[in-house]
């Protein structure tokens, strides 16, 4: 148990909205078709912000609405697998354009479950009291997408949200428990951003179309929900709780379906589960900061509640994050 608090949330996401319908112009599907199987009715997509652009707007609005200076950083960790370069990393851009001088930085690529695992790392960098670090899960997935493939373009959307962290002595705040598993031998089932080898000492045959995302969406359906709720009951065991405790669960948006599956799995009421998978798809790292943030906001979240943190995807990963708010 670590005195950790989350001092402020904020996220951001492209102007440009595009619902299930428009989607007609590129793909045949349809309203109906999208949301009866994902629960998702439009996504928001970037008109040329980079992934680096919206996470440097999570961060001047974290900065902003909590009165820190970038100087008081100690640490910026950004959550992404869709950055705009390989290097510099995204976290270096975010760091020089804020002017956070006395941050290091540094990227992490989780996928979906990508803030779950930068919320582990950040809470190994906040063990002096009065440390102080960012953390922002962002993407641009709508670069990644081919959009005239069914049954990945209509899942996915761009955007950020990240949090504040701070180390605090006298706070009843603190990270409860953590559960973190990768399970490799199943990660070409959903795959994207494919670098080939090419060289003029090697050619990479390979198909280019693989920059794109390719899934098996039963094998990654049941993964989630099975290994989501074990997860989630690791973690919540090693905390000394019991799922009745938890009064949140704040998990990946990638599918209704999947939520109100992983809900019937733990014998959970499903509006203990939240949900914005409708306006915003699947946005990968940015998922849980940006619902989180949400929940803060709206009043939804109080202080001193309980919360299941909880990312799945790409790796495949799966992480869970037990938190007092």
Not at 124 to 138: D, N
């Amino acid at each position: 148990m670590t005195g950790i608090q989350i001092v402020q949330s904020a996220n951001t996401v492209p102007e440009r909205v595009v619902p299930n319908d428009e989607l007609n112009t590129y793909m045949e599907t349809s309203d109906e078709w999208i949301s009866t199987r994902t629960g998702i009715k439009q996504r928001h997509v970037s008109t040329g912000q980079t992934t680096s652009d919206l996470c440097t707007s999570v961060a001047q609005k974290l900065l902003d609405q909590s009165g820190w200076q970038a100087s008081d950083l100690d640490f910026i960790i950004v959550s992404t697998m869709s950055p705009d370069y390989l290097t510099p990393a995204t976290a270096a851009i975010v760091q020089g354009r804020i002017g956070a001088t006395n941050a290091f930085a540094f990227d992490l690529n989780a996928a979906c479950s990508g803030f779950i695992y930068g919320l582990k790392v950040a809470e190994g960098l906040l063990q002096a009291p009065g440390s102080r670090g960012m953390l922002i899960g962002g993407e641009v997935l709508s670069k990644l997408v081919d959009w005239h493939e069914r049954s990945t373009a209509v899942l996915f959307g761009d955007g950020a949200a990240g949090v504040l962290l701070e180390n605090v002595k006298s706070t009843s705040s603190a990270f409860l428990a953590t559960d973190l598993q990768t399970i490799g031998e199943l990660g070409d089932r959903l795959t994207a951003g494919y670098q080939p080898v090419n060289s003029v000492f090697a050619m990479d045959s390979t198909d280019p179309h693989r920059q794109y995302f390719e899934m098996d969406g039963r094998a990654v359906y049941k993964f989630a929900t099975h290994q989501v709720p074990e997860s989630i009951e690791r973690a919540v065991n090693q905390a000394g709780l019991l799922v009745d405790d938890i009064d949140y669960f704040i998990l990946h948006q990638a599918n209704q379906r999947i939520l109100d599956q992983i809900a019937k799995r733990l014998d959970q009421p499903t509006d203990k589960f939240l949900s914005n998978v409708a306006a915003y798809g699947n946005t990968s790292a940015a998922s849980v900061p940006i619902l989180l943030d949400e929940a803060i906001q709206h009043g939804t979240l109080q202080r001193g509640q309980t919360i299941a943190l909880g990312g799945f995807g790409g790796g495949l990963t799966v992480g869970t994050q037990i938190i007092k708010y």
